[in-house]
């Protein structure tokens, strides 16, 4: 990686480009980086009549990271098949940039533990990452229909298995590192009734001599889907496979119950860039109005520094940053609760500037 790492960002649409802004300023405050602003999504459409050009494209796979914000509106919503459509540039992103490990972390801030669903002793401590596989499995197999019968084909290969494998288990010595985490990998699946499952959990355990520093546990999906509600804040690293990540990031998005907090990471192979960006999308109904929540953008640029730059120490001065701003008791609209006063988008980014 070049000394002074070079990010793409790709604001996209709808509050995008507000929300990328200000985690620009948050990163120049943080050190140096050479930024790269490119066009994604409808705006790309409307320039182009593509949602994703081969530039932009090229541009991103020579970086170092892709910071987006998000893409996608009305205004490019259509039936007609053959109109280009804003997430097509997501999804060209994922393929041409090699994307096959989804990082979710899950980690409410002390400060909000009220918004969850689950009762805050409970939630309390919570800081889990689900590292789900992106491009096999049950979604890509083969399916068909014959007469009254349908299909789906659930595959995995050993080289597949051992990739995603392999990012869970780096992933949770990258969060050991910064001296939160535990450093324990818990492999979800259904070994006692999927062969695919058996070959997961072989490949898996085989490769945990390789981390001796990480603890394994394996979990069965249906029991992991009950332990993340019941014990949430016992979990370090989750790593499982396509339909099973699906279904439990959702689930454990969830925990946290507010979705302008949450951010998100795809990875590619070693040494190749990553795609950094909210969970949340466009809200086109907020868009231009200087309320959007810029905090799960500034997550996402935590995750950035951590698993894509290596620059973890600067990864916790942000995420303690925004802990320090919410526990003082700003709140943008989306987060306010009965006597909050809100603060906007450039009121929290200059609380959270001041506190780096
Ligand atoms: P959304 O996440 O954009 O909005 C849902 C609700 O949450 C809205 O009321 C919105 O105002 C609010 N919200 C979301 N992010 C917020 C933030 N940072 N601060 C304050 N409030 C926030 O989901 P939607 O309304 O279903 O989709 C809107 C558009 O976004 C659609 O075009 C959709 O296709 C697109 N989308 C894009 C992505 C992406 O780019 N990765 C993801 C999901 C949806």
């Known amino acids: 990686m070049a000394e002074t790492p ?22 120049e405050a943080l050190g140096e980086f050479e930024f790269d ?5 409808g705006c790309s459409i409307d320039a182009h009549g593509v949602a994703l050009t081969d530039e932009v494209l090229d541009a991103c796979r020579r970086s170092d990271a892709v910071l987006l914000g998000a893409v996608g509106g009305p205004k490019w919503d259509t039936t007609d098949p053959d109109a280009p459509r804003p997430e097509q540039g997501l999804l060209g992103l994922r393929k041409g ?5 989804n990082l979710r972390p899950v980690r409410p801030s002390p400060a909000l533990v009220g918004a969850s669903p689950l009762r805050e002793e409970r939630i309390a401590g919570t800081d889990l990452l689900v590292v789900r596989e992106l491009t096999g499995g049950i979604y890509f197999g ?3 229909r014959e007469g009254d019968t349908a299909h789906d ?4 290969s050993a080289g597949e298995i ?12 990258r969060r050991a ?13 259904k070994a006692n009734v999927l062969e695919t499952s058996r070959l997961w959990r072989e490949i898996v355990t085989g490769l945990a001599g390789d981390y001796p520093d990480v603890e394994l546990d394996h979990l069965l999906v249906d029991n992991a889907a009950m332990q993340l509600v019941s014990r949430p804040a016992d979990f370090d690293v989750i790593v499982t496979e396509n339909l099973f990540g699906d279904i439990l990031s959702d689930e454990s998005a969830m925990l946290t119950g507010s979705l302008g907090m949450l951010p998100s990471a795809s990875l590619g192979g070693a040494g190749a860039p990553g795609l950094f960006e909210p969970v949340h999308g466009s809200a086109p109904d907020i868009a231009g109005q200087g309320v959007a929540n810029p905090l799960a953008t500034f997550l996402s640029a935590a995750l950035m520094l951590r698993h894509g730059l290596d620059r973890p120490a600067e990864a916790v001065r942000i995420e303690a940053a925004v802990d320090a701003v919410l526990e003082r008791g700003l709140r943008t609209p989306d987060l306010a609760g009965d006597g909050d006063r809100p603060v906007g988008t450039e009121e929290m980014t200059e609380a959270v500037l001041a506190e780096l």
């Open 6 to 27: 070079r990010i793409v960002l790709l604001p996209g649409d709808g509050i995008g480009p507000e929300i990328v802004a200000a985690a620009r300023r948050l990163l």
């Open 37 to 41: 602003e490119r066009l994604m999504g």
């Open 97 to 101: 940039m090699g994307l096959y490990a």
């Open 142 to 144: 083969d399916s068909g």
């Open 153 to 156: 084909t659930c595959e995995y």
């Open 162 to 173: 051992e990739r995603i494998a392999r990012a869970g288990f780096e992933a949770a010595r």
């Open 177 to 189: 590192e910064g001296g939160r985490h535990k450093g324990r990998v818990t492999s979800v699946d």
